[in-house]
């Protein structure tokens, strides 16, 4: 083989390797399956043709309001057999509340080979609304609903798991089972480990946006909330940056945390708006 040849050759390699897009797991939101991620699975298709789009009907509809440690659990051992198939890396993005599974994902199943991952309109940081609330509990309003979620019986939905009252936070720290421990508020043995979990990503894109109408505050994407006076608190202002608790200010510092905002998008509408999938998706899908 001639120099001319090896040259070639050379090219060639570097243009396949340089198309050869990372798999990518969709993660649905409540009461939703994989048929909702259907629009984001085409986008990145035809944006990057070849990539690997993986998606599950596991807790689906009724199901994704069973308790959040066990979707945890469940959808974790599915998202690590992929990741043992790619060791080379994988993406992952979660909408809505299966943002909130996912990121949990990375925490426990530490061994994880995600690169980036995308938080799509999740609450992060809880979850305080009536709107939200009607979608499941028609008659529940926010100001009532502690009374059902801070219980044992509570915290056997996904909901009452990540509801996140401000005006009860005792209640919230004694019984929620989920949300203040993944979030490091209460630290465990596994404290650790939750936060090198989240250390490991090349990238963590977090979004949201002021429209979205379901997430309450919608600040949470960004893992923003309420203080007791229903003022939001920024990110940089609250406890989980100014400690470090689960290594988003490393993550920014290291120049790895991305925040984006996207104004007049409902909550519905994230993972099937193609202005968002093209500008928030796909260029963190190499």
Partial sequence: MNCSQISLLFLFSFITSSLCYKPVFLLHGILTGAESMLIMEEEIKRLHPGTKVYMTDRFGGWSSLENT????????????????????GIHLVGYSQGGLLARAILQTFTNHTVKNFI???????????????????????????????????????????????????????????????????????????????????????????????????WQSSHFAYFDENDEVIPLHQREIWTKDTIGLKTLHNEGKLKILSFPNVKHHQWHLDARVIQEAVIPFLD
């Fill in 119 to 217: 938080s799509l309109s999740s609450p992060q940081a809880g979850q305080y609304g009536t709107e939200f609330l009607h979608l499941i509990f028609p008659s529940l309003t926010a100001k009532a609903a502690f009374e059902l979620f801070y219980s044992y019986i509570g915290q056997h939905t996904s909901v009452g798991n990540y509801w996140n009252d401000p005006h009860h936070q005792e209640l919230f720290f004694k019984y929620s089972n989920f949300l203040p421990y993944i979030n490091n508020a209460i630290r465990t043995t596994n404290s650790t480990q939750f936060r090198d979990g989240l250390l490991k990503l090349d990238k963590m894109i977090l979004i949201g946006g002021p429209n979205d109408g379901v997430i309450t505050p």
């Fill in 69 to 88: 440690w066990h979707q945890v659990k469940e959808l974790g051992s599915d998202i690590m057999e992929i990741c043992d198939m790619h060791p080379e």
